[in-house]
């Protein structure tokens, strides 16, 4: 907790960050299963907007994100106050994070 996330967004609220799905294990040797497994990913890739690293033994997708203000998180909460209590506001590996409660 605490943390950051490594990626910077700039003055955009609303961004695509990579995204990777490692296919095998990182920096071990590839089986003939994970080898084939590689090779499946690489053929689907494109179809889901995905890009094979084969380097990174991954394939890469752009995932979205939008990057909350301080603050803004909390305002989303306001219009549902009678249903649910807000129980802390915090921020964990450069994620906005709330933790509530239901109440009704």
């Known amino acids: 907790s605490g943390g950051t996330s490594g990626h910077e967004f700039g003055k955009h609220a609303d961004v695509l960050v990579p995204w990777h799905h490692r296919t095998f294990e990182h920096g071990s040797k590839a089986t003939a299963d994970e080898a084939q497994r590689l090779e499946v990913c690489r053929a689907a890739a494109p179809a889901q ?7 990174k033994r991954a394939v890469i997708y752009q995932r979205y994100c939008h990057v909350y203000e301080a603050g803004e998180l909390d305002q989303l909460f306001e219009p549902i106050k009678d249903w649910v209590d807000v129980v802390r506001v915090y921020e964990d590996t450069g994620n906005h994070c709330v933790e509530a409660r239901r109440t009704a």
């Open 49 to 55: 907007h995905g890009v094979v690293d084969a380097e």
